[in-house]
Each structure stands twice: as structure tokens, then as C-alpha cells.
């Protein structure tokens, strides 16, 4: 009796994990959709060219393979991977970053 007791209760121990999970992982993913900023991981893009030549978030140099964000209609490309998602929080912060060209950065490091 006593083992039957404790195989039902750790079912009901691990079925409470597994839907706790599926809700942490299913949240995260409605933030995702609700954000006004597109990220774009694909390296074969052709079509859309970064504008910017230095990073919005550290100013430095962009890489050919760093991720992009598109906001407000322009693509915006990082010096590493990591400054996407920062940009991502707070893109307008840091878009004033940017000169009007997108060559220069005329934020605070």
C-alpha cells in the first residue's frame, strides 16, 4: 500500500513539473511575440543590409556574422552576439547611439 502510495504521488510530482516548465517556456515565448522588434539570425539575407557600420550598444566595428535587429524599418547589426538582445530590451535607447548615417557612434560608452 505504501509503495502504490508513493508511485501515484511521484506521477503527480512530475506531471506538476513538466506543466510548470511548458508555462515558463510558453511565457517566454508570448514576450517574444508581443516585441515591436524583429530579430533576424538568417546569415544568407541578401536582401537586407545592415545600415549601420559600428555597433548602436558598445561602438564598435559591426561583424559580417552577428545577428541583426530590424527596427523601425532598418537593420541594425552588432559588433557580438549579445548586443542584439540588448538592443532588443530598449531599442530606442540605443539607436540615438548612432550618428544619421549609422557610421558613427555619438553615445556614451
Known amino acids: 500500500m505504501l509503495k502504490q502510495f508513493m508511485f501515484v504521488l511521484a506521477v503527480v510530482f512530475l506531471i506538476s513539473v513538466t506543466n510548470f ?5 510558453n511565457n517566454g515565448l508570448k514576450d517574444l511575440h ?3 522588434v ?6 544568407d539575407s541578401v536582401s537586407k543590409e545592415p545600415w549601420n557600420k ?3 550598444v558598445k ?3 559591426i561583424e559580417d556574422d552577428s545577428p541583426t535587429v530590424e ?5 541594425y547589426a552588432f559588433c557580438c552576439p549579445g548586443c542584439d538582445t540588448k538592443f532588443a530590451k530598449n531599442p530606442e535607447k540605443y539607436a540615438k ?5 549609422g557610421k558613427k557612434f555619438v553615445g556614451k560608452k
Open 71 to 75: 527596427y523601425k524599418g532598418k537593420i
Open 97 to 101: 547611439n548612432l550618428s544619421e548615417d
Open 34 to 36: 508581443n516585441s515591436v
Open 59 to 61: 561602438g564598435n566595428p
Open 38 to 43: 524583429k530579430v533576424d539570425d538568417s546569415k
Open 21 to 25: 516548465a511548458q508555462d515558463s517556456t
Open 54 to 56: 559600428v555597433c548602436p
